[in-house]
């Protein structure tokens, strides 16, 4: 039965003529969600579609389920914003779960918000959904804040640039480090599975700057100075180490290293170089 329910399953948006329906499937599976007067300031805003934002899961040409996506700017540190997709309202009808809608009607969301150009998807979960905290990280979700909160990278090369040049924006390197190459990968969770990406980078007039050269050279001069190896959710701690200070980044290097997320491959120049600081 499953096969043949995966095989007759369809996702669209939801029709105008539909709005009723929505919100009677809504009260049912939530029980209750609100009423008429909540609906229409949520989903009757000027600015929001919702035939183009909320979408309708059929199995076997019955409605199942649906999902609403909600595009909101993201504010992050120094006045910077990132597009981001947030899901909700989500339901799944009674005598449909257990058959994974959960996860399809995520992966939807995911795309869709990927196509639209947004940065980040974020999942606001509640530590008793257990469908969603189970099904979330087999999606590339990741845990970020308290309370519960998931958020998938929809566009890795964004989300790796912003990281590196905002985290060293403002940091001035000693005039020693002149020249040197810095290479990144970093391995992510995407919406598409895991992603990989490398980034090359060197130190001019103080500052770290991506590099047009992808494949520094074999001449000695132009070999990389460091390679870092690791994923995500460790770039992340130690870039938030780098800005606490030097103490708080060798204790974060350090622990990664031991928990095998982080490799560095360091050459003798910069070996020398930090040893006489």
């Not at 640039?161 to 985290?167: H, K, P, Q, V």
């Amino acid at each position: 039965m499953n096969r043949q329910a995966r095989a007759d399953r369809k996702i669209r948006t939801l029709r105008p003529s539909e709005e009723k329906k929505h919100l009677d499937l809504l009260n049912l599976c939530h029980n209750p969600w609100g009423d008429e007067q909540r609906w229409k300031k949520m989903y009757l805003q000027e600015a929001f579609d919702l035939t183009k934002n909320v979408l309708v899961v059929e199995e076997n040409g019955e409605w199942a389920g649906g999902v609403t996506a909600w595009f909101r700017d993201a504010f992050l540190a120094k006045d910077k914003t990132a597009k981001a997709a947030i899901a909700g309202d989500g339901y799944v009808l009674p005598n449909q779960r257990g058959k994974g809608l959960y996860s399809f009607y995520m992966k939807a969301v995911n795309k869709m918000a990927k196509e639209r150009g947004a940065t980040l998807g974020i999942g606001f979960v509640s530590a008793y959904n257990l469908p969603p905290l189970k099904a979330l990280p087999k999606i590339g979700f990741a845990k970020a804040l308290f309370p519960v909160t998931k958020i998938l990278v929809l566009n890795p090369e964004k989300f790796l640039n912003y990281m590196i040049n905002e985290s060293t924006r403002e940091f001035q390197f000693p005039k020693e480090f002149e020249r040197m190459r810095f290479q990144v990968t970093v391995t992510f969770n995407s919406y598409k599975g895991k992603a990989t990406l490398c980034r090359n980078y060197i130190i001019e007039k103080a500052k770290l700057l991506e590099s047009c050269s992808q494949s520094p050279s074999q001449n000695s001069k132009d070999k990389t100075d460091l390679q870092i190896t690791t994923d995500i959710e460790t770039l992340t701690k130690i870039v938030k180490g780098f800005n606490a200070g030097k103490n708080r980044l060798l204790f974060t290097l350090c622990i990664a290293i031991l928990r095998r997320r982080l490799r560095l491959r360091v050459s003798f120049r910069l070996l020398k170089t930090m040893i006489h600081l």
